[in-house]
């Protein structure tokens, strides 16, 4: 499966984004997806996933409360809202999929990756 994450771009501390993750080649509603980011000379970090059905969701402690990730099994699209973002939430934003329906937050669950969306929150 190909993911195309989209939606990335510069905003002010306290600012909203969504960004979107399209899959293609095949249909990715039987798997788990995830988002992760990478901030300039850190390591990537999970940020959020969804389960198959979008029934169950898991957060990082640095964005629950802020990050909304959702799901839409017929467009074959998973988003992520971003509220209240910081300076902090800079980063280049990835998507991901798993063989498994409900991955969680382990980065060694994941098999399929996007190629990333640049966000930046300008203080």
């Known amino acids: 499966v190909q993911l195309q994450a989209s939606g990335g771009g510069l905003v002010q501390a306290g600012g909203s984004l969504s960004l979107s993750c399209a899959a293609s080649g095949r249909t990715f509603s039987s798997n788990g997806v995830g988002w992760f980011r990478q901030a300039p000379g850190k390591g990537r970090e999970f940020v959020a996933s969804?389960?198959?059905?979008?029934?169950?969701?898991y957060y990082a402690d640095s964005v629950k409360g802020r990050f909304t990730i959702s799901r839409d099994n017929a467009m074959n699209t998973v988003y992520l809202r971003m509220n209240s973002l910081k300076p902090e939430d800079t980063a280049v934003y990835y998507c991901?999929?798993?063989?498994?329906?409900?991955?969680?937050?382990?980065?060694?669950?994941?098999?399929?990756w996007g190629q990333g969306t640049l966000v930046t929150v300008s203080s």
């Open positions: 991901a999929a798993s063989r498994l329906p409900d991955p969680g937050v382990y980065r060694y669950n994941y098999n399929y």
């Open positions: 969804i389960n198959w059905s979008g029934d169950t969701t």
